[in-house]
């Protein structure tokens, strides 16, 4: 009738979330204080922020696509009870109020903040000097019949039904579901999309991602992040470089990062025009270097879109997007670093 094993004895000692949560405890210890002002003091009792975080990063783990299905799992899987911090017969909460509490609790701030403690666990597996820079598609949660024009009335039942032969465009048309979210295509060839555009700096040691940033989707936002981005990572006194392929060879974003003291070890583009990068940074070694290191930056996008929630978001806005990127890119860093630090015992 009864049993003393607990679910502490239950998960195997070698099981992979053991060590994730031992990084995940340090983080939030240190983010403690910060988290303490979070609470509600009068009205319904919250949920604390630290189940919060520990549930949302199995859902990115696990590939769960919705809080419902989240709720239903950590009801009776021990492994989830264990990890969140839930006692064998603590109630799981309701899925909106779960939606609700993330909302209301887990901003960007917190978000940035977590990332940059999570980066702190992996000093010593990052390289300070040589990065990559890259961006990626981000589809929005909106249909491209919600794409209407911006003098529409939202009430027009016949609005966005038939708009085949219609010239769409980000200044005359604009999502009645998130009007945050920009139609736009990676290349020549491909299907416009109701989309953002999210942007990564992995180092070129170990391909831990050190920047993250999400913005509207168009022309000069990856090279516009590239050297926010850049800037964020200079050091005084010392120079850095930053890979990226054909589409950042641009004469405005080389001469930026060249102000910046960042050399730009970007992929020569030599087709029907000049390339920006010339032999002042093509005779060295490490520009090669940086080239073959470059393929490090599409290894978390392929996570974050075939193990993460960054396919097709299912989130509208373009804070709530950012959010989630950054804690997604937090994930990432977090399935890293223990097997790094195994590889370089």
Same mark, same amino acid.
Request: aromatic share 8%.
């Given at each position: 009738?009864?049993?003393?094993?607990?679910?502490?004895?239950?998960?195997?000692?070698?099981?992979?979330?053991?060590?994730?949560?031992?990084?995940?405890?340090?983080?939030?210890?240190?983010?403690?204080?910060?988290?303490?002002?979070?609470?509600?003091?009068?009205?319904?009792?919250?949920?604390?922020?630290?189940?919060?975080?520990?549930?949302?990063?199995?859902?990115?783990?696990?590939?769960? %696509?919705?809080?419902?299905?989240? &709720?239903? *799992?950590?009801?009776?899987?021990?492994?989830? /009870?264990?990890?969140? !911090? $839930?006692?064998?017969?603590?109630?799981?909460?309701?899925?909106?109020?779960?939606?609700?509490?993330?909302? %209301?609790?887990?901003?960007?701030? &917190?978000? *940035?903040?977590?990332?940059?403690?999570?980066? /702190?666990?992996?000093? !010593? $597996?990052?390289?300070?000097?040589?990065?990559?820079?890259?961006?990626?598609?981000?589809?929005?949660?909106?249909?491209?019949?919600?794409?209407?024009?911006?003098?529409?009335?939202?009430?027009?039942?016949?609005?966005?039904?038939?708009?085949?032969?219609?010239?769409?465009?980000?200044?005359?048309?604009?999502?009645?579901?998130?009007?945050?979210?920009?139609?736009?295509?990676?290349?020549?060839?491909?299907?416009?999309?109701?989309?953002?555009?999210?942007?990564?700096?992995?180092?070129?040691?170990?391909?831990?991602?050190?920047?993250?940033?999400?913005?509207?989707?168009?022309?000069?936002?990856?090279?516009?992040?590239?050297?926010?981005?850049?800037?964020?990572?200079?050091?005084?006194?010392?120079?850095?470089?930053?890979?990226?392929?054909?589409?950042?060879?641009?004469?405005?974003?080389?001469?930026?990062?060249?102000?910046?003291?960042?050399?730009?070890?970007?992929?020569?583009?030599?087709?029907?025009?000049?390339?920006?990068?010339?032999?002042?940074?093509?005779?060295?070694?490490?520009?090669?270097?940086?080239?073959?290191?470059?393929?490090?930056?599409?290894?978390?996008?392929?996570?974050?879109?075939?193990?993460?929630?960054?396919?097709?978001?299912?989130?509208?806005?373009?804070?709530?997007?950012?959010?989630?990127?950054?804690?997604?890119?937090?994930?990432?860093?977090?399935?890293?670093?223990?097997?790094?630090?195994?590889?370089?015992?």
């Amino acid at each position: 009738m009864f049993s003393y094993v607990s679910a502490e004895e239950r998960i195997p000692a070698d099981h992979p979330l053991r060590k994730i949560r031992e990084l995940v405890d340090a983080v939030l210890a240190r983010m403690s204080r910060k988290l303490e002002g979070l609470y509600a003091e009068t009205g319904r009792p919250s949920i604390a922020p630290e189940y919060l975080l520990r549930g949302l990063l199995l859902q990115v783990f696990y590939s769960i %696509r919705s809080e419902r299905l989240l &709720m239903e *799992q950590l009801d009776y899987n021990l492994l989830f /009870r264990w990890f969140v !911090g $839930l006692e064998m017969d603590q109630k799981v909460w309701n899925h909106a109020v779960f939606s609700k509490n993330r909302d %209301r609790l887990l901003n960007q701030a &917190m978000a *940035q903040e977590f990332f940059r403690q999570v980066l /702190r666990e992996a000093q !010593g $597996l990052l390289s300070d000097e040589h990065f990559t820079v890259d961006g990626t598609l981000i589809e929005a949660w909106a249909s491209q019949k919600s794409f209407q024009p911006k003098d529409s009335p939202n009430s027009d039942p016949a609005a966005g039904k038939n708009f085949r032969g219609e010239k769409r465009k980000n200044d005359t048309h604009q999502s009645k579901t998130d009007p945050e979210s920009r139609q736009y295509r990676k290349g020549n060839g491909q299907e416009a999309r109701l989309s953002y555009l999210g942007h990564l700096v992995v180092e070129n040691r170990n391909g831990l991602i050190v920047r993250v940033k999400v913005t509207q989707a168009n022309g000069k936002a990856e090279p516009e992040a590239a050297v926010e981005m850049a800037r964020s990572l200079r050091q005084p006194n010392r120079r850095i470089t930053l890979g990226a392929d054909k589409a950042y060879d641009t004469k405005d974003l080389v001469a930026h990062l060249r102000d910046l003291n960042v050399t730009p070890h970007v992929t020569q583009n030599n087709t029907n025009r000049r390339s920006a990068i010339d032999g002042r940074t093509t005779r060295h070694p490490g520009y090669q270097i940086s080239l073959c290191k470059r393929w490090l930056v599409e290894k978390p996008f392929g996570w974050l879109k075939t193990i993460g929630p960054l396919r097709k978001v299912k989130l509208r806005g373009l804070r709530k997007v950012d959010w989630l990127f950054v804690f997604s890119a937090s994930a990432f860093n977090l399935l890293r670093i223990p097997k790094l630090r195994e590889a370089t015992a």
